[in-house]
């Protein structure tokens, strides 16, 4: 049973940094994505990263490239997103999630993800 385990969440101040972790489990990934979406309240989810897992290569969601950056450790089965220069439009609960192959992932396609992780509350004060 695949799950995925979100870590790193808190308060922030607006301008600083937090990295989110994400532990996978269950299963080996090669050939899946994983990647990151993010969700406040009223509004639909929103895709933030995605890493393929076997080459690394990255998509991003529209402007969030440059202060964000998403990696994996393979020997941990771990996904990461650095957020910098954090603005509080960035509040929002961040999911963790994984689906096989990449085209999904690339397009942020929250539909097309296979499994999900419960979330982790990110809040930036201004």
């Known amino acids: 049973q695949v799950q995925l385990v979100e870590s790193g969440g808190g308060l922030a101040q607006a301008g600083g940094s937090l990295r989110l972790s994400c532990a996978a489990s269950g299963r080996t990934f090669s050939g899946y994505s994983m990647g990151w979406f993010r969700q406040t309240p009223g509004k639909e989810r929103e895709f933030v990263a995605g890493?393929?897992?076997?080459?690394?290569?990255?998509s991003y969601g529209d402007s969030l490239k440059g202060r964000f950056t998403i990696s994996r450790d393979i020997a941990k089965n771990t996904v990461y997103l650095q957020m910098n220069r954090l603005k509080s439009e960035d509040t929002a609960v961040y999911y963790c999630?994984?689906?096989?192959?990449?085209?999904?992932?690339?397009?942020?396609?929250?539909?097309?993800?296979?499994?999900w992780g419960k979330g982790t509350l990110v809040t930036v004060s201004s």
């Open positions: 890493i393929y897992w076997s080459s690394g290569v990255t």
């Open positions: 999630a994984a689906n096989y192959g990449w085209s999904e992932m690339r397009a942020g396609l929250e539909n097309g993800m296979d499994y």
